[in-house]
């Protein structure tokens, strides 16, 4: 993980122009199986994932490799990972200049409000659940209840760190598994992201006890 | 607006990438993380790439030229010299395994009702299997050996509703060669209200 362009990378960009086509393919066996790897993701039939490779190799090609010319190595980073990115957007946009934007992107409010209420329901857990608001028995006071309770956890979690916002982000918003954040986040393994999940809920049970919300009395 | 091709507020490729490989220093690590945590699309991003990585073919290793050459003039040579039998090898013996493939946890898998017992598939010339089932914390609350490819829990094995367990399961190839599974979690009888 150096911070130089990889070998075939660095060929490609700086050979002479007569022999660029030997580079470029140089290049290209030498990533062909992750981009196509990464087509095969986005399109799971077969011409779909070849279209999206093709494109990929077109979109890297294009204005004598402006795409590739824009990579900065970092140290402790890899040109693979960046590929991969860059690899994934372009089939994205080609799917969704084909085919539009994909469902279930809906208003970000309601989203969010909706993420907020699941999140507010796992902390309030600990409180009495025959007092929690239920839609049959809907009151204003129980309605107020539960809209101070969403109140609170959106306070609450405001004031946590970047990355226990991001790990309640992934674990809530995006129903994303432990390895998958482990993965996405570099805990060392799965029970290292239930550790710091719990102590971050805690944190917020805390947090929402100072605010006065505790038990079932309002 | 184009995935790559999003306002400056989104961190970029480079940035996303660097964050993925912990190549990051601490406050933009930070900083990436505060707006992973409140855009949808650039975690979509993040999260994918992950996964790809990690279910990512292998790199072929080039072979020299010269190399593959003598290997194939060796293929050509060889059954003249009959050379199993100069090495000892009897041919009424079975091929020797030489790519193990590992066991893979069937059930339980995901959120389930009950779990009554562990399945895995077998592995070719394996001679046990060692399984291990793992709380949220990492310990292990129970341990088995066996032949077969089935395990039932027992009643002493007390499973919490709602909390997520792991489990693996290593097969025995060789003497002390052992291949595991992936560790797969489950999650039984979901709490509701």
């Given at each position: 993980m150096a911070d130089t362009l990889p070998t075939e990378l660095h060929r490609l960009l700086q050979v002479d122009p007569a022999t660029r086509d030997q580079a470029w393919d140089a290049f290209v066996s030498a990533h062909t199986?992750?981009?196509?790897?990464?087509?095969?993701?986005?399109?799971?039939?077969?011409?779909?994932?070849?279209?999206?490779?093709?494109?990929?190799?077109?979109?890297?090609?294009?204005?004598?490799?402006?795409?590739?010319?824009?990579?900065?190595?970092?140290?402790?980073?890899?040109?693979?990972?960046?590929?991969?990115?860059?690899?994934?957007?372009l089939c994205v946009d080609?799917?969704?200049?084909?085919?539009?934007?994909?469902?279930?992107?809906?208003?970000?409010?309601?989203?969010?409000?909706?993420?907020?209420?699941?999140?507010?329901?796992?902390?309030?857990?600990?409180l009495d659940p025959d007092r929690l608001s239920h839609p049959a028995e809907a009151n204003p006071e129980s309605e107020l209840r539960a809209r101070q309770l969403e109140h609170a956890v959106t306070s609450a979690v405001a004031e946590l760190s970047p990355r226990d916002r991001l790990l309640l982000s992934l674990r809530f918003d995006d129903d994303r598994s432990a390895r998958e954040i482990a993965a996405i986040m570099r805990f060392p393994t799965q029970f290292h992201v239930y550790r710091r999940l719990t102590a971050v809920l805690d944190v917020l049970k805390a947090a929402l006890r100072r605010r006065g919300i505790e038990g079932s009395a309002p | 607006m184009p995935a790559e091709e999003r306002p400056a507020i989104h961190p970029d490729a480079t940035e996303l990438s660097a964050y993925l490989d912990g190549a990051l220093a601490e406050a933009d690590r930070a900083r990436v993380e505060a707006h992973l945590a409140g855009c949808a699309e650039c975690r979509s991003d993040v999260a994918?790439?992950?996964?790809?990585?990690?279910?990512?073919?292998?790199?072929?290793?080039?072979?020299?030229?010269?190399?593959?050459?003598?290997?194939?003039?060796?293929?050509?040579?060889?059954?003249?010299?009959?050379?199993?039998?100069r090495l000892g090898r009897s041919p009424l013996r079975e091929p020797a395994v030489t790519t193990t493939a590992a066991p893979i946890a069937i059930e339980p898998r995901g959120a389930v009702d009950s779990v009554r017992a562990l399945v895995w598939s077998a592995v070719p010339h394996a001679s046990r299997y060692r399984l291990a089932l793992l709380d949220s914390a990492g310990t292990v609350v129970w341990r088995l050996e066996t032949v077969d490819t089935v395990a039932a829990l027992p009643e002493t094995v007390r499973l919490r509703a709602g909390a997520p367990y792991f489990w693996k399961v290593d097969a025995e190839t060789g003497f002390d060669r052992w291949v595991g599974s992936e560790l797969s979690d489950f999650t039984v009888g979901v709490l509701r209200r």
């Amino acid at each position: 993980m150096a911070d130089t362009l990889p070998t075939e990378l660095h060929r490609l960009l700086q050979v002479d122009p007569a022999t660029r086509d030997q580079a470029w393919d140089a290049f290209v066996s030498a990533h062909t199986r992750l981009l196509l790897h990464t087509a095969r993701s986005i399109s799971r039939d077969h011409d779909g994932a070849m279209d999206a490779y093709a494109h990929v190799l077109e979109a890297l090609r294009e204005d004598d490799f402006r795409r590739l010319r824009v990579y900065q190595p970092m140290a402790g980073s890899k040109f693979t990972t960046w590929l991969v990115m860059v690899a994934r957007r372009l089939c994205v946009d080609q799917v969704r200049r084909r085919y539009g934007q994909p469902r279930g992107e809906g208003p970000a409010a309601e989203q969010l409000r909706q993420v907020r209420t699941r999140l507010a329901d796992l902390l309030a857990a600990d409180l009495d659940p025959d007092r929690l608001s239920h839609p049959a028995e809907a009151n204003p006071e129980s309605e107020l209840r539960a809209r101070q309770l969403e109140h609170a956890v959106t306070s609450a979690v405001a004031e946590l760190s970047p990355r226990d916002r991001l790990l309640l982000s992934l674990r809530f918003d995006d129903d994303r598994s432990a390895r998958e954040i482990a993965a996405i986040m570099r805990f060392p393994t799965q029970f290292h992201v239930y550790r710091r999940l719990t102590a971050v809920l805690d944190v917020l049970k805390a947090a929402l006890r100072r605010r006065g919300i505790e038990g079932s009395a309002p | 607006m184009p995935a790559e091709e999003r306002p400056a507020i989104h961190p970029d490729a480079t940035e996303l990438s660097a964050y993925l490989d912990g190549a990051l220093a601490e406050a933009d690590r930070a900083r990436v993380e505060a707006h992973l945590a409140g855009c949808a699309e650039c975690r979509s991003d993040v999260a994918a790439v992950a996964q790809l990585l990690s279910t990512a073919p292998r790199r072929r290793v080039a072979v020299p030229v010269g190399l593959a050459a003598a290997a194939v003039l060796a293929l050509l040579l060889v059954p003249a010299l009959d050379l199993p039998s100069r090495l000892g090898r009897s041919p009424l013996r079975e091929p020797a395994v030489t790519t193990t493939a590992a066991p893979i946890a069937i059930e339980p898998r995901g959120a389930v009702d009950s779990v009554r017992a562990l399945v895995w598939s077998a592995v070719p010339h394996a001679s046990r299997y060692r399984l291990a089932l793992l709380d949220s914390a990492g310990t292990v609350v129970w341990r088995l050996e066996t032949v077969d490819t089935v395990a039932a829990l027992p009643e002493t094995v007390r499973l919490r509703a709602g909390a997520p367990y792991f489990w693996k399961v290593d097969a025995e190839t060789g003497f002390d060669r052992w291949v595991g599974s992936e560790l797969s979690d489950f999650t039984v009888g979901v709490l509701r209200r």
